[in-house]
């Protein structure tokens, strides 16, 4: 824990952006558009190809080599397929909704560092469009912002599905956003700041993964529930919600719901890069070579965008492998376990860095404790099989419950028991009939050929 008190304690001031004038704007911001927008082709390729690799299948390899033009495609059918719009339909919210969503997704990347300073065309600049003391909470007010597109999308469809999706939605974010701005005080109680710029400075002498590995593993959990992404995807779940909020959209406003939901995944990715993974420092021992050579110039921008590959590799690799949680077991996860994990995460992180600020105690040895501890005790509870209520002697049988008393159909809480439906009451009747028996009831016939 030395290590967190002396990184914090020599962090750079931040980028210096004095040199920058309007033309150096403008061609940061197009970049990252461009950036953000062929990232997200590139990303629906890779998405199937390895996809396809877990499930034994080729994935997309006849447009172009590789496939890869198959993502060109599916964008030029989006574009030229037919737009419908619902007549029930706000209209006004129902075409607002996805431009929310996309837009929102296109701010994050403005205050996230690709790298140090560099010369364009002369003029000496940080590979960052800009960046100010609270330019974190400037991300997470972004991704909270851009939830209203989902919401508002769902609710101006007039369509009972969207509506649930939408509602979902709500929840979700407010579920897992708390979990992950948790596990973000930490960073910013070690790191002495909420720039992004000096938070990377602050990872010189060792990246934030690993003193802060509990809340790293919160903060991971907790983007793909933040993204809708499986096993999180329960606004979209098309098994239980035909589409969910994009039910009633098509052509490119349904392209915008799906382009903010790739954009949103570049988004936690590059947040996980600069504020655990180093930003665009390069990986040791790398940057010991030459007294960091490969930490100048435009070398930064590589490691930067492997790292942020890293992590769509592991969105990709977690949808081929788990399975959708069910959404009682999706808001107990996230209110029962990821909060309160990350509650006490950063209490013990304020305690350990508060006693080595004012105190000469070497709390090193307790704090690698007190982080084994708390794994081991998140670890147990699930581990613990709940236990089941006992019934009572001579208690009463359930009573048939009417989901449909209140004109809507409502599903059983617990202790209430659904009436045998009709349909099973018939194939009862049929199946212990004189058509299985033969006619006989002690010793069962075939029956007869039917002509």
């Known amino acids: ?171 979700q974010v407010i579920s897992y956003e708390l979990s992950m701005g948790l596990s973000l005080v930490s960073v910013f109680i070690v790191a002495g700041s909420m720039s992004t710029s000096q938070i ?14 509990p809340a790293f593993i919160i903060y991971v959990i907790s983007m793909v529930g933040e993204t809708n992404r499986l096993p999180f995807d329960l606004p979209e779940a098309e098994g239980e919600l035909v589409g969910g909020y994009t039910t009633e959209y098509s052509s490119m406003k349904f392209a915008w719901f799906f382009l903010a939901e790739y954009i949103n995944m570049l988004n936690v990715s590059a947040v996980a890069t600069t504020l655990f993974f180093g930003g665009w420092r390069a990986p040791w021992p790398l940057s010991a070579i030459n007294d960091g050579m490969f930490n100048t ?11 942020i590959w890293l992590f769509m590799f592991l969105f990709v690799w977690i949808r081929g492998t788990l399975l959708r949680f069910r959404y009682d077991q999706f808001m107990k996860f996230g209110w029962k376990v990821l909060i309160p994990s990350a509650l006490i995460w950063l209490v013990c992180v304020a305690v350990v860095q508060g006693v080595q600020q004012f105190s000469d105690l070497d709390v090193r040895t307790w704090a690698i404790g007190a982080a084994v501890v708390l794994v081991a005790v998140v670890v147990i509870t699930f581990l ?25 159909p409502v599903p059983p809480l617990p202790g209430q028991q659904l009436p045998p439906s009709p349909r ?8 212990s009939g004189p058509a299985l028996t033969g006619g006989d009831d002690s010793t069962p016939t075939e029956e007869a050929p039917r002509g």
């Open 424 to 431: 099973a009451a018939r194939l009862a009747t049929v199946s």
């Open 297 to 307: 110039g435009w070398w930064p921008l590589l490691w930067f965008v492997v790292k």
């Open 200 to 213: 990377v400075d602050s990872q010189t002498r060792v990246w934030w993964l690993i003193p802060l590995l």
């Open 1 to 171: 824990m030395t290590v967190l008190a002396t990184a914090a304690g020599t962090a750079a001031t931040g980028a210096d952006f004095s040199n920058d004038v309007f033309w150096v704007w403008l061609l940061k911001a197009v970049g990252i558009i461009v950036f953000l927008l062929l990232s997200v082709l590139i990303a629906i390729w890779f998405e199937r190809r390895v996809v396809g690799r877990m499930q034994l299948r080729p994935g997309p390899n006849v447009h172009g080599p590789f496939g890869l033009f198959q993502s060109l495609g599916d964008a030029m059918k989006l574009l030229l397929k037919e737009d419908i719009t619902v007549k029930a339909a706000d209209k006004v919210i129902y075409i607002v909704a996805p431009v929310i969503a996309v837009f929102c997704s296109l701010l994050t990347y403005a205050v996230i560092p690709f790298g140090p300073e560099v010369s364009i065309f002369g003029v000496v600049t940080p590979l960052q469009l800009t960046d100010f003391p609270v330019a974190v909470l400037y991300i997470l007010a972004c991704a909270s912002v851009g939830v209203y597109g989902i919401v508002l999308g769902g609710w101006s469809s007039n369509s009972t599905y969207p509506l649930l999706g939408a509602v979902r939605s709500t929840a």
């Open 384 to 408: 613990i099989p709940e236990k089941k209520q006992p019934e009572e002697e001579g208690a009463a049988p359930d009573e048939p419950f009417d989901a449909f008393a209140d004109g809507f």
